[in-house]
């Protein structure tokens, strides 16, 4: 992972300049086209037909290449983003989540919002070179236009804010009821059966429709808040331009100016208006893509790998679970027992280890070669036990009936590879499924495996199975944690696990 986000860093510091030269190129476009048009209706006023309206297409025509060219470039520079974060999702789905973040599609959102970044830097550095304009202002317009217009510009700015918070907390309460209703219903569907038997179907409706009505109230809070925010900045920018026409069109009178300079003040505070209203309304988005980035670069970072003669070594690593630190180094064929009492925080050890959860302090290291994991709560797919047990690969049917066979699994069910496993292995026991789970780290020639107190779901014989053949690969290591009965019957290394 570290070449890719390099790669992102120096990639996203390239679009970063080249948003903020459009957006400034962008700005000097329309304070220098506000000029010219007012060039333009000077000449149509005073019958200079001709001049004035060959001025205005070229006015016209600049302005719509210039929009075009920074809509364009900001969807190109989007994709760019886009397609290098979505490189980098898979590396997420090595450690695993919780339901209501996967429900929530957090990383695929995440990279949409962060997709917005070169768009929004752009408007920022149009709005700040826009400011310029308050020199052309004072020059056209003179100094009580100025201060109008720096006045209202300084009012707007807490009010942006303002608003921008307060939608983007509406939209963080929205997203976490939509999650919670998304959830929920999953939770409750999977449990109809249950609360059929027991007459509770209704239970769950009423819930789940209570939870979707205050998902609807949310959403036109949401609305709301958004018109509230539009509004504040279309009244400020339009008194603004009004009380600026409004001193152009007295000093007109008093003919203290000319017509040229008073429709290029009323034009210039429209344009400079323009640029900054379109980058303060976007408060919330740049708030979202900036959340966005920290959530990506936390998510999609794993722990550094090594080539070595190590497959893990951990130095003063704390768990989330327990703040005792462990100091580990397992090497090919080391056998490393985990104890502790149920709660204590071994499966937080280890899936910390596999770079399943990250650390508190202290850091992993692991090699590169596959690790298995097994556990009571391990899952297998929808599809043929061929597929479950090639994952992908190559294998010969009879390499995999022999490590079946080897294993204890025999019988109809285990000698056609092509049998269809219902989803997460329904219809097999634990027992049975920890087994299959274990034949697939084997196939797939696992440098290391992890086992996550399997001991108690398997029956003597089972483990007696198990035992022999971790036995005869003598080149594998194995982590095994347990409360009080080992797989094993010989370990090098023991840790134990307090709470």
């Not at 364009?72 to 520079?77: S, Y």
């Not at 709005?127 to 056209?140: D, E, P």
């Not at 699994?409 to 499924?433: H, I, P, Q, Y």
């Amino acid at each position: 992972m570290v070449a890719p986000a390099l790669s992102m860093t120096s990639t996203r510091a390239r679009i970063r300049v080249l948003a903020r030269l459009l957006g400034a190129a962008s700005a000097i476009v329309g304070l220098v086209a506000a000029t010219l048009l007012a060039v333009a209706l000077t000449d149509l006023a005073q019958r200079r037909l001709a001049a004035g309206l060959w001025l205005l297409a070229v006015i016209v025509a600049v302005r719509w290449s210039s929009s075009t060219l920074a809509g364009l470039w900001g969807e190109h520079a989007g994709d760019v983003i886009r397609d290098q974060w979505r490189r980098a999702l898979p590396t997420h789905f090595t450690r695993p989540r919780s339901e209501r973040e996967r429900g929530r599609g957090d990383l695929a959102l995440a990279i949409e919002r962060v997709a917005d970044e070169p768009t929004l830097d752009l408007l920022a550095a149009s709005a700040g070179v826009a400011l310029l304009g308050l020199g052309v202002l004072w020059w056209a317009g003179g100094w009580l236009s100025l201060a109008i217009t720096i006045g209202l510009l300084a009012l707007a700015v807490p009010l942006y804010q303002r608003a921008g918070r307060r939608s983007e907390a509406v939209s963080h309460e929205y997203v976490e009821r939509r999650a919670l209703l998304a959830s929920r219903q999953l939770e409750l569907l999977h449990h109809t059966p249950e609360l059929r038997a027991l007459g509770a179907v209704g239970f769950g409706a009423d819930e789940i429709a209570a939870i979707s009505d205050s998902e609807h109230l949310v959403a036109l809070r949401a609305i709301r808040v958004a018109l509230e925010s539009s509004l504040v900045t279309e009244f400020l920018s339009g008194v603004s331009i009004g009380l600026v026409a409004m001193v152009a069109g007295f000093a007109l009178l008093g003919a203290r100016t000319t017509l040229t300079h008073a429709l290029i003040a009323v034009l210039v505070t429209s344009e400079l208006f323009l640029h900054v209203r379109r980058y303060g309304v976007e408060f919330h988005r740049r708030e979202n893509a900036t959340a966005s980035l920290n959530l990506l670069a936390t998510s999609l970072t794993t722990a550094s790998r090594f080539v070595g003669d190590a497959l893990i070594v951990a130095t003063d690593l704390v768990t989330q679970a327990s703040p005792a630190s462990v100091n580990l180094r397992v090497q090919f064929g080391d056998r490393v027992l985990v104890t502790g009492p149920s709660g204590s925080g071994k499966t937080t050890l280890l899936q910390t280890l596999v770079d399943w959860r990250s650390p508190v302090r202290g850091e992993v290291r692991r090699t590169s070669s596959a690790i298995g994991y097994v556990s009571a709560e391990s899952a297998l797919v929808s599809g043929t036990l061929r597929e479950n047990l090639m994952v992908g690969g190559e294998l010969d049917d009879d390499v995999m009936r022999v490590c079946l066979g080897s294993l204890g699994l025999v019988g109809t069910r285990f000698g056609n590879l092509d049998t269809v496993l219902l989803a997460d292995g329904r219809g097999f026991s634990t027992g049975e499924r920890v087994r299959l789970v274990l034949a697939r780290a084997l196939l797939a020639d696992a440098a290391l495996l992890v086992l996550d107190d399997v001991a108690g779901v398997l029956d003597e014989v089972a483990r007696g199975r198990v035992r022999d053949v971790l036995e005869q690969r003598r080149d594998v290591a194995v982590i095994e944690a347990t409360v009080d009965r080992p797989l094993l019957n010989s370990f090098g290394q023991h840790v134990v696990v307090a709470t």
